[in-house]
Structure formats: structure tokens, C-alpha cells
């Protein structure tokens, strides 16, 4: 068992490691700097931020050592933090490093138990914590003389801190854990949540491009009140039901809702709801191996989603109702194949025992 206390530090950290980052990207943009530079440097975070995240997953199952990755991640954010009014764009490449090792190893750890919730717990502060450092950063506000000590602090604490043995979490899930979904559930878990995320970045970016920093803010806490709550849901009424039904909930009001604050934020909140099941499902459908089932679900998913909305064929995506006919072929594909999406749907949403 996950000690009490450890989740939501760890989350805690997971919000700091992103309002770090979300602060020096906004203060980038606000510094009115060339504007292929802005670009390189949101780019070249994303893409180790996310991108990353796999690689990582691997190099942590050979490593076996969680704790490590951890105070890694926040020695290369304080570096960046040091660094970042001299050379600002190599610090943004430490920080991408960082993200893409704090959410994997961060996740791996909350997500021993097979709990949703405790997956949503640690995800939570994510999108809050970027968006709230890119409206800090919008507003002008000067955190360096805060978020130093913060970081610091952090990685002493994390340097200090004791995690459970994985070797025995890792040989209790194997006794207690339910039959694995095959690789056609993974596949088509990674699909429909790419293409709801296709919709929610999109909405976004629209709004980080209007300076429309309010609606960003809303939106954050409707996606950090969401992956709470859907991930203690999830573990009542099982993680399969329930990303389907925060998924076809969430789709028709971030497509048809984008200018309707309170709606829209209800589909953010859906969307984001959905996260925890997913990560849970993923982490099963990749034999229990909780590194890659978070890689995937943290990184790779949202790597997958911004392709495909970069490329030119991503204004045949963007189309309102592609989400809807992509997702009805994929389902009647799966009932036609034998593969009914409900089926073998324990009574129990979470894979672990109890007495």
C-alpha cells in the first residue's frame, strides 16, 4: 500500500514542476522576443515534456529506481530555474527534461495501488499548475524570487523521502490483478482519446492565441475538479463504463460548446474526468507495466493528438463530426469483431483485492 501523505505530495510536486514550466514559457511570449525563437522554445518543450515521457518509462523499467528520476527531475528544474535569465532556451529544454521524468516517475509511484483515483490525484495540479504560471507570467507578476525556494525546498524534500519497495508492490499486483484487456482495448483507448484531446488542445491554443486568459483559468479548474472526481467514479463504477461515458459526454459540448464558458468548461471537466480510467485501463493493457501505461497515457497520447492536428489533413480532423463517425466505426468494429466493449467487466472497478 502508498503510504498516506506520499500522493499528494507527489501531486503537489507535479503542480509545481508545471507552473514552472507554464511561468518561463508565458514569460517568453510576454518578453516580445523573435518570434521564431517563442515558437522553437514552446516547440522543443512540448516535444521532450511528452515526447520524452516513453523513453523514460523504458529507461525507468530498467533502472527500477523511482526516487532517483524523482530528485533528478527537480535538480534539472532548479538548474533551470538558475539559468533561465542568461540562457533562457536551454533552460526551457532542462525543464521539458524534467517534466517528461517527473510525470513518469511521479506517476508510476501514485499509480502502485491500481487505483484511478490515485492516478487522478496526481494528475490533477498538471494543467492547473501550466496554466495558472502562464497567467502569472501574463499578468507580470515577478515569481523567480518565489519559485527558486520552491524548487529547492522540493528537491530536498524529495531527496529525504522514503518510497515503498517496488519489487513487493510489483509482486502483489501480479497475484491480485485482473485479466488484462488485449491489445485492441489499448489501441482503442489511445484512439478515442486522441481524438476528444484533438478538440480540447485546439479550443486552447484558440485562446491562448486571443490572450483570453479567464477562460484558461476556468478552464483549469474545471480539468483539475475533473480528474479528481472521476478518478474515485471510475474506481466505483468501473474504469471501462465510465471513460466511455465522460468520454461521449464530453465530446458534443467541446465540439458544438467552444463559446459558451460554463458549458465548455463542463466538457473540459468530462474530458479530463476520463483521464484516471484511461491511465488505469492503459497501465493493464500493457501487461501491468505502470511505467509505459503512464508514459503512454501522459505523454504519448498528447504527442499523437498535436500531430494530428498539425498536419494538413488536421483540418479534415478538426471537422465537428469526424470525432462522432470515427468513434461509431471503431465501436461497431469491436462489437463485429466479438470484442463488446463491456464485456468481462469486473464487479469490482479497481483490480486490487480487498478484505
Request: charged share 10%; net charge positive.
Amino acid at each position: 500500500m502508498i503510504k498516506k501523505g506520499l500522493i499528494p505530495l507527489l501531486a503537489l510536486g507535479h503542480g509545481l514542476n508545471d507552473l514552472l514550466a507554464g511561468y518561463f514559457l508565458g514569460s517568453i511570449v510576454q518578453q516580445k522576443q523573435d518570434l521564431l525563437q517563442a515558437g522553437m522554445g514552446l516547440l522543443v518543450y512540448n516535444l521532450l515534456a511528452f515526447g520524452g515521457q516513453y523513453p523514460v518509462a523504458l529507461w525507468m523499467e530498467k533502472v527500477k529506481n523511482p526516487k532517483l528520476f524523482l530528485t533528478a527531475s527537480y535538480a534539472l528544474n532548479v538548474a533551470a530555474v538558475a539559468m533561465f535569465t542568461t540562457l533562457s532556451q536551454f533552460s526551457i529544454v532542462m525543464m521539458g527534461a524534467a517534466s517528461a521524468i517527473y510525470h513518469v516517475a511521479g506517476g508510476t509511484v501514485c499509480a502502485r495501488d491500481n487505483k484511478a483515483v490515485n492516478i487522478g490525484f496526481f494528475a490533477a495540479p498538471g494543467v492547473a499548475g501550466l496554466i495558472a504560471g502562464g497567467y502569472f507570467a501574463w499578468q507580470g507578476y515577478l515569481l523567480v524570487i518565489f519559485l527558486m525556494p520552491a524548487a529547492i525546498l522540493f528537491l530536498l524534500i524529495l531527496a529525504m523521502l522514503k518510497l515503498p519497495d517496488a519489487d513487493a508492490q510489483k509482486k502483489t499486483e501480479k497475484q491480485t490483478i485482473s485479466p488484462l484487456p488485449d491489445r485492441h482495448d489499448m489501441i482503442m483507448i489511445l484512439l478515442l482519446t486522441v481524438i476528444a484531446l484533438r478538440s480540447a488542445l485546439w479550443n486552447i491554443f484558440q485562446l491562448i492565441h486571443e490572450n483570453n486568459y479567464e477562460w484558461l483559468l476556468a478552464i483549469a479548474a474545471a480539468a483539475f475538479a475533473g480528474k479528481i472526481f472521476g478518478g474515485w467514479l471510475a474506481d466505483r463504477i468501473g474504469w471501462r463504463l465510465y471513460f466511455f461515458i465522460s468520454l461521449f459526454s464530453a465530446m458534443p459540448l467541446i465540439t458544438f460548446f467552444r463559446n459558451e464558458l460554463i458549458l465548455f468548461c463542463i466538457g473540459i471537466g468530462l474530458l479530463q474526468s476520463g483521464i484516471p480510467a484511461t491511465t488505469a485501463l492503459l497501465i493493464r493493457s500493457v501487461n501491468g507495466k505502470t511505467e509505459r501505461g503512464i508514459g503512454l497515457a501522459f505523454g504519448t497520447a498528447i504527442v499523437a493528438g498535436a500531430v494530428s492536428f498539425s498536419f494538413p489533413a488536421g483540418i479534415y480532423v478538426r471537422s465537428e463530426i469526424i470525432p462522432f463517425i470515427v468513434t461509431s466505426l471503431m465501436l461497431a468494429l469491436m462489437f463485429f469483431s466479438g470484442r463488446k466493449v463491456f464485456s468481462h467487466m469486473p464487479v469490482s472497478s479497481s483490480p486490487i483485492k480487498t478484505d
